[in-house]
């Protein structure tokens, strides 16, 4: 019997999950890079945000991202991060440790389990509730970021009534589309733009909603985003320009892809619906 559209959207959300063993993984490995900062570095705390934290990981491709809060902040976010890569260098040798700013990466299982670590220093903004570091930005010098207020926002949008889940459903569908079709953009950006995008809606379809976000992106030319909770500077989407003119070359496929696959779907033809979802995801939607 061949299946739904809603049906195929729910075996994919599915096969997105994250496994148990990835998580267990992921948590023994951060147990170690944190013992191995302590010993290294003047450490207040470790904080775990990114998508295993936040419920947004997409299978294969869930890192684990850390935000080490350090004391005596440096002039130069270049030398926060070598303080960083020194330290997980000397405590894992024969592991690949790269800077890839923000963070420092340590690609575990030769890349199949990566974390990220991010070194950041408190500011006196925010409030006894929002906690806000300086971070390496993009290419140089420091950006903000108040990594729990930016997680409250994800669960107040996915705790809406009549909503339930749906930021974070549609956060993964985002990713899934990101990841699937090498599309260089910030999976934090597009995480905060699901999540905004949802309390606009009275209601989630997966078919509806992927194609109202990527539309609804494509629009804005994904313009910078600023923080729903006012505590830090605005979201970017792209590391450089070169970046965002390619990932605005994809996006304009993609949405338009979704937008085929939306009018098949409300024409009730869904053969045609489940081709151009398989295009949207690069080949990796369910059949029919």
Same mark, same amino acid.
């Given at each position: 019997?061949?299946?739904?559209? %809603? ?12 496994? !148990? ?28 945000? $990114? ?13 684990? %991202? @850390? ?17 960083? +890569? /020194? ?32 070194? $950041?220093? @408190? ?15 993009? /290419?140089? $010098?420091?950006? %903000? ?7 409250? #926002? ?5 705790? +809406? %009534? ?6 974070? =459903?549609?956060?993964?569908?985002? =990713?899934?589309?990101?990841? #699937? ?15 905004? #995008? ?14 109202? @976000? ?28 070169? +970046? ?18 939306? /009018? ?22 369910? !059949?029919?």
């Amino acid at each position: 019997m061949a299946r739904t559209v %809603d049906q195929g959207f729910d075996v994919f959300m599915s096969s997105l999950t994250p496994l !148990s063993s990835q998580q267990s993984a992921a948590s023994s490995h951060r147990a170690s890079i944190e013992k191995s900062l302590r010993n290294a570095l003047d450490v207040s705390v470790v904080w775990e945000t $990114g998508s295993f934290h936040h419920g947004t990981g997409i299978r294969g491709h869930a890192d684990i %991202d @850390l935000l080490v809060s350090l004391k005596n902040k440096p002039n130069s976010s270049d030398t926060a991060l070598r303080w960083v +890569r /020194d330290a997980l260098t000397a405590s894992f040798p024969f592991t690949t440790v790269r800077t890839s700013r923000p963070a420092v990466v340590v690609e575990f299982a030769g890349g199949a389990e990566t974390i990220e670590v991010i070194p $950041g220093f @408190l500011t006196g903004r925010g409030n006894s509730d929002t906690l806000v570091y300086d971070i390496p930005g993009a /290419d140089s $010098g420091w950006i %903000d970021t108040a990594p729990r207020a930016h997680l409250d #926002y994800v669960n107040e949008c996915n705790n +809406r %009534d009549g909503m339930k889940g749906a930021a974070k =459903k549609l956060t993964r569908l985002a =990713k899934a589309w990101k990841y #699937y079709n090498n599309v260089p953009i910030s999976s934090f950006y597009l995480e905060m733009r699901a999540a905004q #995008y949802i309390t606009t809606q009275s209601t989630y379809v997966a078919v509806w909603d992927i194609c109202g @976000l990527l539309e609804d992106l494509n629009s804005k030319q994904l313009a910078a985003m600023n923080d729903p909770k006012g505590f830090s500077g605005r979201f970017y989407p792209c590391s450089s320009e070169a +970046r965002k003119i390619e990932a605005l070359s994809k996006l304009s496929t993609g949405a338009s892809r979704a937008r085929k696959a939306l /009018d098949a779907h409300n024409a009730n033809n869904s053969a045609t619906c489940f081709i151009y979802l398989d295009f949207l995801f690069g080949g990796n939607f369910p !059949s029919r």
